[in-house]
């Protein structure tokens, strides 16, 4: 039996979980998320909590046992709480402003990055050097987290760059002279 699996998932105050067919639907305080899950698993829910069941002990039913179960646990806590990603920009003259829904990125390229904040993900910059991206959905903050980053990946000699908050860059020496 999966150890994640066959956790029931408790549903807080306010959270509303409907059920149809294989599509899930979690409203809260924060937003909605809909998923169409795997249409062999069984997901009941009742009492308050969420419980996932597989119909077999076959390995393809085993595997989807636990991602079913924390994909919809991922939903009922990006509803009432959300996920943020922080990113860090190093380097001289490398920074970040907000007008809007507008994020403009001095990266130390000739021209300015422009990105675009979302319906559903938005980006706070609390001072020029730090950008903190927040959302409901935990795989959407993740990706657009991932394609800020590409902007001006952390490269190893200078460490300058994008990077998340908790990333170490392993820093590389430099060049020696001829002896």
Do not use: W
Not at 18 to 32: H, N, Q, R, W
Not at 81 to 100: C, F, P
Not at 117 to 146: F, H, R
């Amino acid at each position: 039996m999966s150890r994640i699996g066959r956790m029931p998932i408790a549903i807080p105050q306010g959270v509303d979980v409907k059920l149809a067919g294989s599509e899930i639907t979690v409203k809260g305080p924060k937003g909605t998320l809909s998923r169409v899950l795997h249409s062999d698993m069984i997901v009941k829910v009742a009492d308050g909590t969420i419980t996932v069941e597989r119909p077999s002990e076959n390995k393809n039913h085993k595997s989807l046992h636990g991602l079913t179960r924390t994909l919809i646990n991922n939903m009922v806590i990006g509803v009432t709480d959300g996920y943020t990603k922080t990113l860090e920009i190093n380097g001289v003259g490398y920074r970040a402003a907000k007008q809007g829904n507008k994020i403009t990125l001095n990266l130390g390229y000739s021209h300015p990055v422009e990105i675009f904040e979302t319906e559903t993900i938005k980006v706070d910059v609390p001072n020029p050097n730090l950008l903190v991206i927040s959302g409901c959905d935990k795989q959407e903050v993740g990706e657009y987290a991932a394609k800020v980053r590409e902007k001006r990946l952390p490269e190893p000699y200078k460490g300058k760059g994008i990077k998340y908050d908790y990333e170490v860059i392993r820093r590389k020496e430099g060049k020696t002279g001829k002896k």
